[in-house]
């Protein structure tokens, strides 16, 4: 099975901050549970070496508890409501021990952090909204 960048080992996880790019949390666990229960003896996981099943098996859940991770991590931030987006992704980065990125970086994260809030307040937790021209962010009240 060839993966690609749909998952990737604990070790490149570390090398990218625990932030891998993501646009889309949702699709990210769908493909996590349908890489669960493909029938492989060996997978190829982007930027990454040729593993085995039993390998892939812990792959996915590291993989799942980074993501698990940064949503708690977004939680605890968003509990300081209301909190505009651009301090969300400073806190989310000084957390993560992103410091001064490049901008072409930087764009990559930030996409990464809008798909996390994006899929916090598809599932009612957070809401959203534009005041004076920012983006603000709280917990869903009720």
């Not at 070790?11 to 890489?35: G, S």
């Not at 040729?50 to 859940?61: D, G, P």
């Not at 994260?109 to 899929?119: F, G, N, W």
Request: aromatic share 8%; no cysteine; hydrophobic share 40%.
């Amino acid at each position: 099975m060839f993966a690609g960048d749909a998952l990737f080992t604990s070790e490149i996880l570390k090398k990218h901050n625990n932030l891998p790019f993501n646009v889309t949390i949702e699709e990210v666990f769908n493909t996590l549970r349908k890489l669960e229960n493909i029938q492989v003896n060996r997978g190829v996981l982007g930027h990454s070496s040729i593993i085995t099943k039993e390998q892939l098996s812990q792959v996915i859940r590291n993989y799942q508890d980074v993501i698990i991770e940064n949503l708690n991590i977004i939680r605890k931030i968003i509990s300081k409501a209301p909190i505009t987006q651009e301090q969300v992704i400073a806190e989310v980065l000084s957390y993560r021990g992103v410091s001064d990125p490049s901008k072409g970086l930087f764009y990559l994260l930030k996409t990464t952090i809008l798909a996390y809030l994006s899929y916090l307040e598809g599932l009612g937790e957070i809401e959203s909204q534009i005041v004076n021209g920012k983006v603000k962010y709280k917990n869903r009240e009720g």
